[in-house]
């Protein structure tokens, strides 16, 4: 089975230019995070998506970063315009939910490092 | 807010030796559920073990096994027969059961040494 899968793998781009980080989860699942991971302040939850809506999206730093679904199979995570902060490894990570509404694992796409030069 | 804590930043391990990575959490709940992730140098997050508040038995799988203290509010995560390949960051990481939010600690680095 394919994994959660990302792309690109690695971005370097010059402060102000537009970024998108592209993310596909494991087939039926219907429930997806993005992350982001600096060695400051460690894995954080940056927005999540049940059924392809956004449902919490507190973690998103700033108006700079933005996250759709349009669909089940596909994500986007744009940061516009990028800056030197914004450098980080940043993953997708998807979960499908139980009958019984429980929630389950969460499996980790194998990122997208980042840098803003 | 629940909290994570990891209080060991590294540790390090013979191979074929057991080793034990801690980890404590604050929360008010009463179910949730706990997770231990790898992060080898590749940078995947695999997951290790999960553990649900609710069930009294500790999750094993394989070599690795938990130690699961409720009333402690402790989530220790024992390695044994250690191999090179469990070199990596070790990340506890606790949810809610009525949210998809997974707060993790700040990793532990471990070492296994040949």
């Known amino acids: 089975d394919a994994g959660v899968i990302q792309s690109p793998r690695h971005e370097v781009t010059e402060m102000g230019q537009e970024v998108t980080l592209r993310c596909k989860p494991i087939s039926g699942h219907n429930s997806l995070f993005w992350y982001r991971q600096t060695m400051m302040r460690g894995l954080e939850l940056l927005i999540y998506f049940n059924n392809n809506v956004p449902i919490d999206d507190s973690g998103m730093p700033e108006d700079r970063f933005s996250a759709k679904m349009p669909n089940a199979s596909f994500s986007t995570l744009k940061i516009q315009p990028s800056e030197p902060r914004d450098s980080a490894v940043y993953f997708c990570?998807?979960?499908?939910?139980?009958?019984?509404?429980?929630?389950?694992?969460?499996?980790f796409g194998p990122g997208t490092r980042l840098l803003v030069l | 807010a629940q909290t994570v804590t990891q209080s060991q930043p590294e540790m390090s391990v013979q191979e074929a030796e057991t080793v034990t990575l801690s980890c404590t959490y604050d929360?008010?709940?009463?179910?949730?559920?706990l997770f231990w992730y790898k992060q080898p140098p590749s940078r995947q997050m695999i997951l290790v073990i999960r553990?649900?508040?609710?069930?009294?038995q500790n999750a094993t799988e394989n070599r690795f096994s938990v130690n699961f203290q409720k009333a402690a509010k402790s989530f220790s995560l024992k390695i044994s027969d250690s191999q090179l390949g469990d070199t990596a960051m070790y990340f506890c990481?606790?949810?809610?059961?009525?949210?998809?939010?997974?707060?993790f600690g700040a990793g532990t680095r471990l070492t296994v040494k040949p």
């Open positions: 990481a606790f949810m809610k059961h009525s949210w998809n939010d997974m707060r």
């Open positions: 553990q649900e508040a609710y069930k009294q």
């Open positions: 990570a998807s979960s499908p939910r139980t009958s019984g509404g429980s929630r389950e694992t969460q499996y």
């Open positions: 929360t008010s709940e009463n179910n949730y559920y």
